[in-house]
C-alpha cells in the first residue's frame, strides 16, 4: 500500500474519559499512515497496533443526546423495518454502543433484539421494550456464531477493525444457509474525507477506511451481494444493505467508483490537504493574537484529531458537549476539561467553532435559548 499521509504522536484512542488532566496527557500514542491500494481502492493505518486500542465501559460515544442524530436514526431504522418487513423479527446488532438504535428496531417493529459490544453500558437507554433487549459486553467473535437476526447490523464498528475481510467473513459463516437474512453496515464514507481535505475524520480507532467501491467489494468477497449502497446523514456515512448468496457475486451498484476514482481523490488530498492544515493554524496563531475567547461545541474523535493534529494548546481553552456523560472528564492527548453547554453563560466566547456542521443549527438554537452571543463557524 502506498502511504499518503502521516500523522505521528496522536492518542490511540479519541473516546475514552479520562478523570485528571494529567492522565489524560500521559495516554498512549500511536501513529498514523494511511496507505491506498492501487488494486481494490481500500484506505488503512498501515502503522496501526490492534494491541494498543481497547473498548471499555469507559468509551464514551453515545451520540443519541442530539436531536439532530436521533432524527436520522429513527428515519433509518423505519427505512429497514419498512423495506425488509422486519415486524416481530430477530435483530442481532454487533457494536450495539450503549444500545438505542437496537431499541429504536424492536420499538418500531415490536422485534426482539440481541446487542454485542465491549463498551455496552447497562441503564443508559430507557426503553419501553426493555425485557426484549439482551445485551452482552464483549466483542463479537466466533463463540456468537450461534445468535442469530433477521437482521444483522453493524453501525461504525467496521472501521475499527484491522482485518476487516476476516470480520466480515466471521458474519457470513455464522449466516451459514440463512439466505433470507438481510446484513445491514454503516462506516463513514472516506471520499467525501479526501475531497474535503477533512484531517479530524482521521483518527487512530479508525484504522480501516472505505468508499463505496471498496465497501462494496469487500461484502462480495464474502459472499454477500449488493442490495442498496447509499450515502446519509449529510452524505458522512456510507450505508450499505446485502443479502448472504453462496457464491461470489459478480452484482455491481451504480453507486460503486472505480479504483481510479478514488485514486483520484487520493491524489488530491495528497497534494491539499497541507493547505487545510495552514489554514487553521494561520487562524489559531489570528485567536492567540487578538485575544478572542474560542469555545470547541463538540468533544468526540474530530475534536481530538483537530487539535492533535494542528498541536493545539492554548489557542482553545474551551470544549463543550450535550452529552452528560462526558461532562468533567479530559480529552485523551489533549487535556481540555469538557464542559457542559450551559458553562457558556459565564464563559461568554467570541467565537464557537462547532466540530460537525450538520449539528450547527441545533447548537446555534442552544445558543439562542441560553442567550449567548457568539459568532459560530464549524470546521469544513
Not at 34 to 52: K, T, Y
Not at 70 to 91: C, G, M, P, V
Not at 266 to 290: C, M, N, P, T
Request: net charge negative; charged share 25%.
Amino acid at each position: 500500500m502506498r502511504v499518503f499521509y502521516e500523522v505521528r504522536d496522536v492518542p490511540v484512542h479519541s473516546c475514552v474519559m479520562l478523570s485528571t488532566r494529567a492522565e489524560a496527557l500521559r495516554f498512549p500514542h500511536g501513529d498514523i499512515a494511511l496507505g491506498f491500494c492501487g488494486e481494490c481502492g481500500f484506505i488503512s493505518n498501515v502503522a496501526f497496533n490492534p494491541h494498543l486500542v481497547d473498548y471499555s465501559g469507559s468509551y464514551e460515544d453515545q451520540p443519541s443526546f442530539s436531536s439532530t442524530f436521533n432524527a436520522f436514526t429513527q428515519d433509518l431504522a423505519k427505512r429497514l423495518i419498512e423495506k425488509y418487513s422486519l415486524h416481530d423479527k430477530e435483530i442481532l446488532e454487533i457494536g450495539c454502543g450503549k444500545g438505542d438504535f437496537l431499541a429504536s428496531l424492536c420499538e418500531l417493529g415490536h422485534n426482539r433484539g440481541l446487542g454485542i459490544d465491549p463498551a455496552y453500558t447497562k441503564g443508559r437507554i430507557g426503553s419501553k421494550v426493555s425485557d426484549s433487549l439482551t445485551f452482552i459486553k464483549d466483542y463479537y467473535s466466533e463463540r456468537y456464531a450461534n445468535y442469530h437476526g433477521d437482521l444483522v447490523c453493524c453501525r461504525h464498528t467496521l472501521e475499527h477493525i484491522y482485518d476487516t475481510p476476516g470480520f466480515v467473513g466471521t458474519v457470513r459463516s455464522a449466516i451459514g444457509d440463512r439466505l433470507h437474512t438481510i446484513v445491514f453496515f454503516e462506516v463513514p464514507d472516506v471520499t467525501r474525507i479526501l475531497r474535503e481535505l477533512a484531517f479530524w475524520d482521521i483518527y487512530y480507532e479508525h484504522c480501516s477506511y472505505f468508499s463505496p467501491g471498496s465497501l462494496a467489494g469487500l461484502f462480495r468477497s464474502c459472499r454477500f451481494e449488493v442490495n442498496d449502497l447509499y450515502k446519509g446523514f449529510d452524505d458522512q456515512y456510507l450505508l450499505i444493505e446485502t443479502s448472504p448468496v453462496n457464491q461470489v457475486s459478480d452484482k455491481v451498484h451504480e453507486s460503486e467508483e472505480t479504483v481510479d476514482q478514488i485514486a483520484e481523490d487520493v491524489r488530491h488530498f495528497s497534494a491539499h490537504y497541507r493547505d487545510k492544515l495552514d489554514g487553521w493554524k494561520s487562524r489559531l496563531q489570528q485567536i492567540v493574537a487578538e485575544g478572542t475567547r474560542t469555545a470547541v461545541w463538540g468533544s468526540g474523535s474530530k475534536c481530538v484529531s483537530f487539535m492533535t493534529t494542528l498541536g493545539v494548546k492554548d489557542e482553545i481553552d474551551c470544549v463543550i458537549d450535550i452529552n452528560p456523560h462526558r461532562h468533567g472528564k479530559f480529552l485523551p492527548g489533549v487535556g481540555k476539561k469538557i464542559m457542559p453547554p450551559e458553562f457558556l453563560r459565564k464563559y461568554r466566547p467570541d467565537l464557537t467553532i462547532v466540530m460537525n456542521p450538520i449539528y450547527r443549527n441545533e447548537i446555534q438554537q442552544m445558543l439562542s435559548n441560553m442567550e449567548v452571543s457568539t459568532e459560530v463557524i464549524s470546521v469544513e
